[in-house]
């Protein structure tokens, strides 16, 4: 590891923004839950590699709740937040909110938690920046990763 990994890191929040498109909604003019998941995989992606700004990929989707559905012409935002590290992995946590544009009703529509993996340029696993818990939300949030953790780990036979 080296010295700049050992100073833990604050975790940005990004945001991702579009609008939704009738090619990206099903006969009900809501949104495909792929196209979802397609945004929500790409904001982990970006929270991840802002973070600990090394390649990363998506190991594994963990808790996805779709909530109320995405009509077509609204605006969606994707929030993502780095919650936990480990050695080389990362749990990302994402939300998904829909807008209606003319009347700007916000609502939060899907959550979800994807388990991210930092690699070098030859695909070996890399140590990661450990993560600087500013105050108790953030702490509440470690320990959700935490436990996600735990799960992943207790399924791959890793306990």
């Not at 994707?78 to 994402?94: D, E, N, T």
């Not at 991210?116 to 450990?130: Q, S």
Request: aromatic share 6%; net charge neutral.
């Amino acid at each position: 590891m080296s010295e700049s990994e050992d100073i833990p890191r604050v975790a940005p929040e990004i945001r991702i923004a579009d609008l939704v498109l009738p090619n990206q909604a099903n006969n009900l003019n809501t949104m495909f839950g792929g196209e979802v998941l397609s945004l929500m995989d790409k904001a982990a992606g970006i929270a991840a590699l802002q973070f600990c700004r090394k390649i990363v990929v998506t190991a594994s989707t963990e808790h996805i709740d779709f909530r109320t559905p995405i009509h077509t012409g609204e605006i969606i935002e994707a929030l993502a937040r780095v919650i936990y590290v480990g050695r080389s992995s990362l749990i990302v946590r994402v939300h998904i909110y829909a807008e209606h544009p003319l009347i700007g009703e916000r609502r939060l529509c899907t959550t979800g938690y994807f388990s991210m993996v930092a690699l070098n340029e030859r695909g070996e696993r890399v140590t990661v920046p450990r993560l600087l818990l500013e105050d108790a939300g953030a702490q509440a949030e470690w320990e959700t990763g935490a436990a996600l953790r735990r799960s992943i780990d207790a399924r791959r036979g890793r306990c």
